[in-house]
């Protein structure tokens, strides 16, 4: 996995700046191991080990999974990684370094500027000061005061956006890369709320990633203090990379769908749609953060390379 360093990927390395996390990434090098037995082999307390390990998970480095123990349900421990490349200047396939190029441009979507819904409660919007609305009424999408949203969230459905597209004449899309802050939705918060959620452009699957939860014990760093306790309270940072090569979330392939299958024509908006189906094997729904909410003051980012 090739990895730019830039603040996209800053959780990853923010949760390589410890001794402990380094120490269990050390130990599951060699085998699974859930909670308790992390605990013992390092000798701290299970919800220290707990914290270390929510950490690694947001940031992609390792997974976890429910699994029946002697004494019930235990998290297991897996890691997701097997090496990672850092790139520091970008390479030109050729092993030699050049400078960036200026083909490309980058569009900031606030989250609460979707161009079509269609949502089912558990849902609702909030701004940076309030709730826009009512909670749990789809009605409440089509206030007009939705474009001030910060926070959205729905159980089954969809949001869908608009990116403009800037390109003249028959220029190709090489990649279409977006970035944004999301997580599953479940009723106030569910940290173990595994939600498979699907990325269209211009109406194709192009991938399906399967959020692990909905965090909420945790106060996002962004959140505003109105925002009650008991909630979601923020998301994941996620980068989805659509090329020739296929589409990648986090520098791992997802699908075979390349940027050439989308279809997209010059001068033609690209939709974009975020969607939780109700009959998928894991229906948890989604939450979307934007500048003013969570941990990341960003909205939805994108970056059309041509």
């Known amino acids: ?18 001794q402990t996390r380094i120490k269990m990434i050390e130990l599951l090098r060699y085998e699974n191991l859930n909670i308790k037995e992390m605990s013992l082999k390092l000798g701290i307390s299970s919800a220290i080990v707990t914290k270390h390990v929510h950490q690694l998970e947001e940031a992609g480095i390792i997974t976890t999974q429910l699994m029946a123990g002697k004494r019930g349900m235990q998290k297991q421990c897996t890691l997701r990684l097997d090496r990672v490349t850092l790139l520091f200047k970008p390479d030109n396939g050729s092993g030699e370094w050049q400078a960036p190029s ?8 606030p989250v609460g500027q979707y161009s079509a819904y269609q949502v089912k409660p558990t849902c609702g919007l909030a701004s940076g000061s309030k709730l826009i609305g009512m909670r749990d ?39 279409i890369r977006i970035s944004l802050e999301i997580c599953s939705e479940a009723p106030g918060f569910e940290e173990n709320w595994p939600s498979d959620i699907t990325f269209y452009v211009n109406d194709t699957a192009v991938c399906s990633w399967t959020s692990p939860g909905d965090f909420g014990s945790v106060r996002g760093k962004l959140t505003p ?47 974009f749609r975020i969607g939780s189906c109700e009959d998928a094997k894991h229906p948890g729904g989604v939450s979307l953060f934007g500048r003013q909410f969570g941990n990341y003051e960003q909205d939805i980012e994108v970056k059309i390379t041509y």
């Open 137 to 175: 009424d789809p009605r409440y999408f089509a206030e007009p005061e939705h474009v001030q949203a910060q926070h959205l969230w729905f159980a089954s459905g969809y949001v869908e956006y608009r990116i403009p597209n800037y390109l003249a004449g028959k220029l190709p899309v090489k990649s």
């Open 1 to 18: 996995m090739d990895l730019q360093v830039t603040e996209c990927n800053l959780p990853l390395f923010e949760a390589l700046a410890s």
């Open 225 to 271: 203090t109105w925002w009650e306790p008991g909630s979601t309270q923020h998301g994941l940072l996620k980068t989805l990379l659509v090329t020739a090569d296929g589409t990648f979330m986090d520098g791992i392939q997802l699908s075979p769908v390349t940027v050439q299958d989308l279809a997209i024509a010059p001068a033609e908006e690209i939709r």
């Open 102 to 109: 200026q083909d490309h441009y980058t569009v900031s979507i």
